[in-house]
């Protein structure tokens, strides 16, 4: 008998659900909210209301898309954390009652351990034990994946993570909300010239206060000095900032392959979308000798795909929640 399990990711700003069967994704359907880009940030309310309006649609369609009728349906799974308290609860309420509507069991998810195993959504995958740098808005970790359940964080972010330090780049710079994706495509077109401060943290750590503090105070002095300094540098800023923000991340990885002994290497979470960070870690792959797993854009983001993965080899363990099960904001991978 198949396994069908109707997944659900509302962590942040994207309302997400995903159909899989026996370890195969059927769909993967996204609603992305637009609201967010005026304030130059998330906003939490605004989140929640726009996952209300958002998940009984998005769940319709991901059904109808895979072709399943809810009947058939083994599990109903969702991402318990971590995120934004009022968007998880929308995605938790909703899997609860439509579990308890249709007598299903439920699985939690933790939304960070989905991302790295959102490389087990299509080939090639990663054979354990593997590395896997995972990089978003709010998370920068390093992690040594023994199994599919199974993960060891070694390396986190001390403040502020890497997407962030895009997304506050980009506000200084006066970019759209998310900049991530506007830094990389304009620093396609221009030249890394400009020297940030790298901040230098022992063992596997990250750290990226100090690098938009220095970012911060080189566009003072040289907007002092021109007003027209950004406009007219626009691109080489953005490329410098990718550059040195991929600098660091490529630091760190290569010296936990070291350590640990492991030649397999992933990327997962948004920011492994950002065409400078792929690139790099293909070329330090061909230097190191390393296998390198870089996942399809689809699965970049926040998807319910990876929430499905995860979902399934849970299922295989019969790692079910009851009711009484809550969100969490903060929830550690290991």
Not at 42 to 66: C, F, G, M, T, Y
Not at 69 to 78: D, G, H, P, R, V
């Amino acid at each position: 008998m198949s396994t069908i399990i109707l997944a659900i990711e509302s962590s942040c700003d994207d309302t997400s659900a995903a159909v899989l069967r026996d370890g195969q994704i059927l769909s993967n359907c996204i609603a992305n909210q637009e609201a967010h880009s005026i304030y130059g940030g998330v906003v939490p309310e605004v989140a929640s209301r726009a996952h209300q309006q958002n998940i009984i649609p998005v769940v319709d369609l991901a059904l109808k898309r895979a072709g399943v009728q809810k009947e058939e349906l083994s599990a109903i799974a969702f991402t318990r954390g971590p995120g934004l308290m009022g968007s998880l609860l929308v995605g938790v309420s909703f899997a609860k009652a439509f579990a308890l509507s249709l007598d299903l069991p439920m699985i939690e998810v933790n939304h960070m351990q989905a991302h790295v195993l959102a490389h087990f959504a299509e080939d090639p995958k990663p054979e354990f034990p593997f590395l896997c740098l995972t990089v978003s808005g709010g998370h920068t970790q390093i992690i040594v994946v023994r199994d599919y359940l199974e993960m060891e964080l070694i390396g986190t972010t001390i403040d502020d993570a890497a997407g962030e330090a895009f997304d506050k780049t980009g506000k200084m710079l006066g970019l759209d909300y998310p900049a991530g994706p506007i830094i990389d495509k304009l620093a396609q077109t221009g030249q890394s010239v400009f020297k940030f401060a790298k901040p230098k943290v022992a063992g596997l750590n990250f750290s990226f206060s100090g690098l938009k503090t220095s970012i911060l105070y080189f566009l003072k002095k040289q907007v002092k000095e021109n007003p027209e300094f950004i406009q007219e540098n626009l691109a080489d800023i953005c490329a410098s900032t990718q550059s040195t923000i991929v600098a660091i991340l490529m630091e760190k990885i290569e010296q936990a392959a070291t350590q640990e002994n492991i030649k397999r290497i992933a990327i997962a979470g948004g920011v492994s979308a950002n065409s400078g960070l792929r690139k790099a870690l293909q070329t330090l792959g061909e230097q190191q000798g390393w296998q390198t797993f870089i996942p399809r854009l689809e699965y970049c983001t926040d998807n319910a795909a990876m929430i499905a993965v995860t979902a399934y080899h849970k299922f295989q363990r019969a790692e079910f929640v009851g009711q009484e099960i809550t969100p969490l904001a903060r929830y550690k991978i290991d």
